[in-house]
């Protein structure tokens, strides 16, 4: 039992050491770059997202962003514009 719990704390530790260094969240996801053009896009799509895509959260407002761009702001079409294509399915 006290193997498990010390093997459990040095995962933990070690998952928290690489968080810190500024690598990919374990598990996976995605990278920090990614994670601050997404946040660009949030910031910069706000007013437009509560207009085109209310009713979607997380990926499903991306994409919905994504296909209402002609629709969307200069300022958000902007920061749209610098996000990779998206992933297919």
Known sequence: M???LLLA?????????FA????????????PEMRALFQQVREACAN?????CADKTGREAM?????????????CKDAMSKLPPPRQP
């Open 63 to 75: 994409m919905c962003m994504r296909q209402n761009a002609d629709k969307a702001s200069p300022a």
């Open 20 to 31: 810190q260094e500024g690598g990919p969240p374990p598990g996976g996801g995605p990278s």
């Open 2 to 4: 006290r193997t498990i």
């Open 9 to 17: 704390v040095a995962t933990f530790a070690a998952g928290a050491a």
């Open 48 to 52: 437009d997202m509560k207009t085109l």
